[in-house]
């Protein structure tokens, strides 16, 4: 079975400082990992994914995330966050395998507050 | 990237109405996924659709209350059927990335039922 766990609902940080939103997650197979983020009011935006290969990715806003097998954890993290990075954030696990290859498994979601 | 057009962008409907979200993608896919996301909730998927076959759906969701179809490999549609207010929701069309393991989603389907 697969399932991803963010287990803070909203992260407050102050501009300029680094930011860490978690994830962990469970899945029969290898994981294919994704972060989303939800503007207010808009759909769901693709920021960055892990399939294989080195354990940290960037993605886009400058955002990057650590993928760490041991601990089935993938966090997703930016040096330097900006106000306008306040939003919701989604991770998301899909199987590498099984018969709904495309399925998504999402997490319930970080609310990041950036304040000025 | 794919690109995925959602109609309508938002609606509010009548108690006991249906609507039908149209997903059309600018390239040609062999799945699409369609995810309803409550209030303040994740992502729920409602069913799989694929060309030429019936959709599949998730446990809670049935056909009849939500039916799909995917007449060709650009386009899906999923109709909400007698909607009550808790029918309301965005609901959102995605599919998997031209180059494989990237999925994207459209802009969703805001619906308020009144």
């Known amino acids: 079975a697969q399932s991803v766990a963010q287990p803070e609902d909203q992260v407050n940080v102050a501009e300029g400082n680094p930011l860490t939103v978690k994830c962990t997650y469970s899945v029969s197979g290898n994981p294919y990992l994704f972060w989303y983020v939800q503007y207010p009011n808009r759909g769901l935006q693709f920021l960055l994914k892990y399939i294989t290969g080195d354990n940290l990715v960037k993605g886009s806003y400058g955002f990057e995330a650590e993928f760490n097998k041991s601990q089935t954890s993938f966090h997703l993290k930016k040096p330097s966050a900006l106000v306008s990075d306040s939003a919701l954030y989604f991770c998301a696990v899909r199987a590498d395998r099984g018969s709904t290859l495309g399925r998504l498994y999402f997490g319930r979601g970080t609310q990041l507050t950036v304040w000025p | 990237s794919a690109v995925i057009s959602q109609k309508p962008s938002r609606d509010i409907c009548q108690r006991g109405t249906s609507l039908t979200i149209q997903c059309q993608v600018d390239s040609q896919v062999t799945m699409m996924f369609w995810y309803r996301q409550q209030p303040g909730q994740s992502l729920t998927l409602i069913a799989t659709?694929?060309?030429?076959?019936?959709?599949?759906?998730e446990s809670g969701f049935v056909i009849d209350k939500f039916p799909i179809s995917r007449p060709n490999l650009t386009f899906s549609t999923l109709t909400v059927s007698n909607m009550s207010p808790e029918d309301s929701s965005i609901y959102l069309c995605s599919v998997e990335g031209p180059s494989g393991n990237t999925i994207y989603f459209g802009e969703g389907s805001w619906l308020t039922v009144v």
């Open positions: 659709a694929n060309q030429g076959s019936e959709a599949t759906y």
